[in-house]
């Protein structure tokens, strides 16, 4: 199975919203993640089951999505939000990481 | 508290092994399913390997499958990741992870990763 992301780098301002795509190549019902990671740091789950928040993570995040398309969406960039974000496959191996989506300050 | 401590990265010449060790604490060890993620330099996380919570069961990335072996000791709390045959492109920064809780789920705890460079 296949994880692809679009885009693959998008430029945004503090307080837009914004949405990054994952699709996978086969149904894998509603096990997907995303994770963020920043430069030098190590990734943070944010999100699994496609839409359940992990503790901790703010509300402005959230995730939709089943069989093979997911969004995640950011409403109201903060400047600690922008990082690379990554979606994962998790129901059996392997369990790809997408490409990654690098959200940077316009 | 959770703390996954990685260790025994370094410098290997092509064709050389190396052996990589995650020392878990603040958890019941023998209950969590484990794995390794690495990253190469500037690129993205790519998955490696899998091992249940009884270390019956592993799984590997066709990319290192037949060169990697990962083992874990119940008692000791230590996973490990056995690497030969290693090449260039094995280059990167390896993470110990640790899945969210039994069953299908993603990784809620990363090491701080331990860099392997394969150069001659």
Redesign the interface.
Known sequence: IQMTQSPASLSASVGDTITITCRASQDIER?L?W?Q?KPGK????LI?SASTL?AGVPSRFSGSGSATEFTLTIAGLQPEDFA?Y?C?R???????????TKVDIK | EVQLVESGGGLVQPGGSLRLSCAASGFSFSVYEMGWVRQAPGKGLEWISYIGHDGVVTFYADSVRGRFTVSRDNVKDVMSLQMNSLRAEDTAVYYCVRDLHGGATPFEYWGQGTLVTVSS
């Open positions: 096990y993640a994770y990671q190590v990734p943070k789950l699994y992990y690379t990554y994962q998790y129901s059996s191996a392997p369990r790809t990481f997408g490409p990654g």
